[in-house]
């Protein structure tokens, strides 16, 4: 081979293998943009145990979710596979929870649900017009394909983290996820949401534990054993004082030995209008 031939594809190569990682450098690990939509423009309800959103604000910050959207979007996948797992893993939290935001702008202010961003055979979070990792995904790839998929991050307190939009869903919390203090922030997200009563309680009239619908659709992920958890009773036995007031009731849900059932979901927008 022709010797400045090869000097210029040796030369190719070598850009391909660092333009990723040069990327990756460049992403803003910190997601600063990110919480400084968030701080503005999130509400925190019942003592941080729930929070509305101004959708009106992002309306009007558009020009700034659009812009940390497109850094997302700029992430190739070969950059997001170089990150460390926590870093991988509030990338994609924080792009779930960023790209549901724009989804609902699509619609606002006549949205009443984001199930009625769906059609009568589709849900809103299987089509694919998200531009993320060199691809179009869809909000349930990011979720169950990415950060659900088995043997890749096994964190079920990942349910506490991604937002749905929906009154029911646990709380879009105030700051970006950041991976540094992931492992704090998602055990907050737990105890926050465990500790609210109109999702999660004990309802002593019928001796029972009341969990979130959440609960009913990935209590597998709870079940598997993930992080020592075991079982879904318990993972309940170790917020067994934020779901119950008495102590004979916290005992009883701590011995694990308690009827569970699952409330009803509220799909309404959590938009505080």
Not at 89 to 112: C, G, S
Not at 113 to 134: A, E, R, V
Not at 191 to 207: K, L, S, V, Y
Not at 248 to 253: D, L, V
Request: hydrophobic fraction near 45%.
């Amino acid at each position: 081979m022709n010797p400045a031939r090869r000097r210029i594809l040796l030369a190719g190569t070598a850009a391909m293998v660092i333009a990723p990682a040069a990327r990756a450098q460049a992403f803003d690990q910190g997601h600063a943009a990110w919480t400084a939509l968030l701080k503005k423009h999130v509400l925190l309800l019942r003592g941080g145990q729930a929070s509305q959103v101004r959708y009106a604000g992002f309306a009007a910050d558009r020009g700034a979710l659009k812009a940390y959207l497109d850094a997302l979007s700029a992430v190739p996948a070969a950059a997001l596979q170089a990150w460390s797992k926590p870093q991988q893993q509030a990338f994609l939290i924080n792009a779930y929870n960023a790209f549901t935001v724009e989804l609902i702008l699509t619609r606002y202010p006549d949205l009443k649900s984001i199930k009625d961003l769906g059609q009568l055979f589709s849900s809103p979070w299987k089509p694919k017009w998200i531009p993320l990792l060199g691809g179009k995904v869809s909000l349930d790839d990011i979720e169950h394909a990415m950060l659900r998929e088995r043997g890749r991050y096994d964190e079920p307190r990942v349910h506490f983290a991604v937002n749905c939009a929906s009154i029911g869903c646990p709380m879009l919390r105030e700051e970006a996820f950041v991976a540094d203090r992931l492992e704090a922030q998602l055990e907050q997200q737990a105890e926050r949401f465990m500790a609210d009563r109109t999702r999660n309680r004990w309802n002593p009239q019928r001796g029972r534990l009341e969990l979130s619908k959440i609960f009913d659709w990935y209590g597998e992920d709870f079940r598997l054993g993930h992080r020592g958890i075991g079982s879904l009773a318990a993972f309940a036995a170790r917020h067994a004082d934020r779901l119950a007031d008495a102590p004979a009731e916290r005992e009883r849900i701590r011995g694990q030995q308690v009827e569970i059932a699952f409330l009803d979901y509220d799909w309404a927008l959590n938009d505080a209008r």
